[in-house]
């Protein structure tokens, strides 16, 4: 059974710092694609950084420069590394694993807030 489970989120003022983590159990890691998608109120989920299965990264415009994905195999955590954060990135974030079979999982969601 795959699971990921996210920890990380939390309340920080407008230009400080969060990383989120997302361990991941129950699939080969290293052939999975994985991702981080975030969701404001009264919006729909959407793409935030991408870590494809041939190691590549890409990342939604408003976000590039500020915000890195990164992945650490050894302990099956993908990590989502956001800088001088802005209210606008309020949001839960989820993380995301797209498995080799192409089966698409999702974590339980964490809330980051950006506000003075």
């Known amino acids: 059974q795959v699971q990921l489970v996210e920890s990380g989120g939390g309340l920080v003022q407008p230009g400080g710092s969060l990383r989120l983590s997302c361990v991941v159990s129950?699939?080969?890691?290293?052939?999975?694609?994985m991702g981080w998608y975030r969701q404001a109120p009264g919006k729909q989920r959407d793409l935030v950084a991408l870590?494809?299965?041939?190691?590549?990264?890409s990342y939604t415009d408003s976000v590039k420069g500020r915000f890195t994905i990164s992945k650490d195999s050894a302990k099956n955590t993908v990590y989502l590394q956001m800088n001088s954060l802005k209210p606008e990135d309020t949001a839960v974030y989820y993380c995301?694993?797209?498995?080799?079979?192409?089966?698409?999982?999702w974590g339980q969601g964490t809330q980051v807030t950006v506000s003075s």
């Open positions: 995301y694993c797209s498995t080799i079979l192409f089966a698409e999982y």
């Open positions: 129950g699939t080969d890691f290293s052939r999975a694609a």
């Open positions: 870590w494809t299965r041939g190691g590549s990264t």
